[in-house]
């Protein structure tokens, strides 16, 4: 993988419903990954920033994974709500560059 | 102020001038990013500024780009003779230290540039 990809493109999700969404990124030269989450007109938001292979980390409904080795990181999002509908953007810090997928745009439906 | 601000938020000229994005990061913060994003496109990497000093400017398109930071704060992005290819959201990001693992970036609001 040369660049960082992020899957689904897009996803709908029912109120209530979990669901989780794929950040791939080359593994060599790995320094730090990055989540973001972007709501229309709004400013993009940093959620997590992972350092460590097998890194969890989480924000209320809201976690992640992290594994440096095969080049991946999961969101996970649990029990979506309206208010999560955004764009969940993941980025590849190698020092001073961040590298950006196009991002994962989620639509919960109440 | 409390967050990266930045202006104008919507910005519409015409082919061949040239326009200017001013970027107010966030105060004490040594380091700030310049992005883009085109339609369908992910966030694209233009210059990364510490203080004064852009130690990467790899990203920068072409030499019609430019930008420069004046006193640790203020940046401008400059952009010379623009083409309908610069339509795009332009976004700024500000974060405590430049080149350190795990520095959050905190982005301002964008600005919309349309070239008819």
């Known amino acids: 993988i040369l660049n960082v990809e992020q899957s689904p493109q897009s996803l709908h999700v029912q109120e209530g419903d979990s669901t989780n969404f794929t950040c791939s990124f080359p593994s060599s030269n790995f320094y730090a990954l990055h989540w973001y989450r972007w709501e229309t007109a709004k400013s993009p938001e940093a959620l997590f920033v992972m350092t460590l292979n097998g890194d969890e980390k989480k924000k209320g409904r809201i976690s992640a994974t992290l594994n440096t080795k095969e080049g991946y990181s999961y969101l996970y999002i649990k029990g979506s709500q309206p208010e999560d509908s955004a764009t969940y953007l993941c980025a590849r810090n190698t020092g001073n560059q961040f590298y950006f997928g196009t991002g994962t745009s989620l639509t919960v439906i109440p | 102020g409390a967050g990266v601000s930045q202006s104008p938020s919507n910005k519409v000229t015409e082919k061949g001038k040239d326009v200017e994005l001013r970027c107010d990061p966030i105060?004490?913060?040594?380091?700030l990013y310049w992005y883009r994003q085109s339609l369908g496109q992910g966030l694209e990497f233009l210059i990364y500024?510490?203080?004064?000093?852009?130690p990467d400017k790899s990203g920068l398109p072409s030499d019609r780009f430019s930008a420069e930071r004046t006193g640790g704060s203020v940046s401008t992005l400059t952009i010379q003779r623009t083409q309908q290819e610069d339509s795009a959201v332009y976004l700024c990001a500000s974060s405590w230290g430049g080149g350190t693992i795990g520095n959050i970036q905190y982005f301002g609001a964008g600005t919309r540039l349309s070239v008819l």
């Open positions: 500024f510490q203080g004064n000093s852009a």
């Open positions: 105060s004490g913060h040594t380091a």
